[in-house]
């Protein structure tokens, strides 16, 4: 089984502060995704990686930042935390090499609010 | 136009009916077509996935894709209050995915 850890599945911070949000997967998949979900805005794309130290910008990167050191983690960092940043923020990876025909699993979900 | 398209509903069906849930895309050249259920609260759960035009089956549930109507349903045959949820569609172009905002199913015992 696929397994995809996120670090927390309840975090409130502090507008202006630095939250970062950890996802880690226990095999040696290369591609990882970062969406955050939005009532009556779906899922929306963040950044995503295809190995390490390699990043591609998404839908809506402004704002947040990744890091991707080792294969197996993939951290999102909101470099200063606003209200509208509050959201569900799903990590996902794909399984195989050739990730265009693989489906995305996800992690739990970290429910992020800024106060 | 968006990328992918469902009813947001909600959709209710009698437990032990059929229910049927559409999506539309908009890229003829999409290649890879998922469906994900989504209880409240969690994260989606993948639950079929179609590249061929046909249908596809998996216990009960049903995946159809058309790609000459750009369009990919999913039947849930015997529907149980446990398939009660949002059920989001995601379609592959190229190298990138893309999901519907969900339909809402609610099973009424």
């Known amino acids: 089984d696929v397994k995809v850890t996120q670090s927390s599945r309840y975090l409130v911070k502090r507008t202006g502060e630095k939250v970062f949000l950890e996802c880690v997967q226990d095999m040696d998949h290369e591609n990882m995704f970062w969406y955050r979900q939005d009532p009556g805005l779906g899922l929306r794309l963040i950044y995503f990686s295809y190995d390490v130290k390699m990043k591609e910008k998404g839908d809506i990167p402004e704002g947040y930042s990744v890091s991707r050191e080792k294969k197996e983690r993939f951290s999102l960092i909101l470099e200063s935390a606003s209200t509208n940043q509050t959201s569900m923020y799903l990590c996902?990876?794909?399984?195989?090499?050739?990730?265009?025909?693989?489906?995305?699993?996800f992690g739990d979900g970290t429910r992020l609010s800024i106060l | 136009q968006k990328e992918v398209e469902q009813n947001s509903g909600p959709l209710s069906v009698p437990e032990g009916a059929i229910a049927s849930l559409n999506c539309t895309y908009s890229?003829?050249?999409?290649?890879?077509f998922f469906w994900y259920r989504q209880y409240s609260g969690k994260s989606p759960e993948l639950i079929m996935f179609i590249y061929s035009n046909g249908d596809k089956e998996d216990g009960r549930f049903t995946a159809q894709l058309n790609k000459a109507s750009q369009y990919v349903s999913l039947l849930i045959r015997d529907s149980q209050p446990s398939d009660s949820a949002t059920y989001l569609c995601a379609v592959m172009t190229g190298n990138q995915f893309y999901f519907g905002t969900g339909t809402s199913l609610t099973v009424i015992p």
């Open positions: 996902a990876i794909t399984t195989g090499d050739d990730y265009s025909n693989q489906p995305q699993h």
């Open positions: 890229d003829r050249g999409s290649q890879s």
